[in-house]
């Protein structure tokens, strides 16, 4: 499908369409134009990220809510790690982009080619300080499944005491 001759689904080196670029760069309008001429707002780029996870990981609020109004689903697998765009998030400490996530519909508990969850993403890559407590306890909050262990056995519980992160094992208790 074409807007004014051009391809909405031409790829750029990255593998990135329109709408991912347009969502990298945080331009709304442009994804909602091209949403509205029949792009694919669930492409995926040479990394396998979304427009939600693009937005997710540079914790842009109001792209995000527009990719998710446009129909990019919470729920895509993406990355390299086959993970989500909440689990992204979860390791990066944007509490609020993982409770709008959570309202979405992302899944709580997928678990990544790497054997993690965003609850053991958030214990393992995150500092234990107040973005990942606030992370920590909207996942708990919203139900995730705290016994969901690593690839070596390791809840997210045992992996906060094991670092130190008293508040987050608070959370997790």
Known sequence: MAIAGVDLELRDGNG????????YRGHVHVMEKLAGAGANVNALDNQSYDAVTISAVANDLRTLEAALKLGNKAGNITSPYKGTALIAAAHLGHAEVVGMLIKAGAPLDHVN???WTALIEAV????????HQATVGALVNAGADRSIADNNGFTPLQLAEERGYDEIAALLR
Do not use: E, M, W
């Open 113 to 115: 080619n790497l054997g």
């Open 16 to 23: 990135r369409t329109p709408f991912l670029i347009a969502a």
């Open 124 to 131: 393992v890559l995150g500092d234990g300080g107040s973005r």
